[in-house]
Nanobody, 115 residues
Framework: QVQLVDSGGGLVQAGGSLRLSCATS????????VGWYRQAPGKQREWVIS???????TYADSVKGRFTIPRDTTKTTVYLQMNNLKPEDTAVYYC?????????WGQGTQVTVSA
């Protein structure tokens, strides 16, 4: 059974950087898509960034040029590198993994960006 554990959140000043981690366990067979979503207080969960198992990455307009998913050579951890953070990036961030029809979520990690 696939499990995801999110970590790396914290408090950072505007303009700073954070790297979130999503540790995966279990067997993943076939093509997959990893991604990150976020949910700010009082708002719906929104998609942030996705990367296919072939390395193709798509970005929400709000994070383009600032967020990336660095490749992990061990292929067991998914990262979210966040640069030039803004107060509006404050949210709980969730890792997401889609394999075929199956979808898995991390438990979320809080990111707070102060002005």
């Amino acid at each position: 059974q696939v499990q995801l554990v999110d970590s790396g959140g914290g408090l950072v000043q505007a303009g700073g950087s954070l790297r979130l981690s999503c540790a995966t366990s279990g067997t993943i067979v076939g093509p997959f898509v990893v991604g990150w979503y976020r949910q700010a207080p009082g708002k719906q969960r929104e998609w942030v960034i996705s990367q296919t198992s072939h390395g193709y990455t798509t970005y929400a307009d709000s994070v383009k040029g600032r967020f990336t998913i660095p490749r992990d050579t061990t292929k067991t951890t998914v990262y979210l590198q966040m640069n030039n953070l803004k107060p509006e990036d404050t949210a709980v961030y969730y890792c997401n993994l889609r394999v075929g029809r199956d979808e898995h979520w991390g438990q979320g990690t809080q990111v707070t960006v102060s002005a």
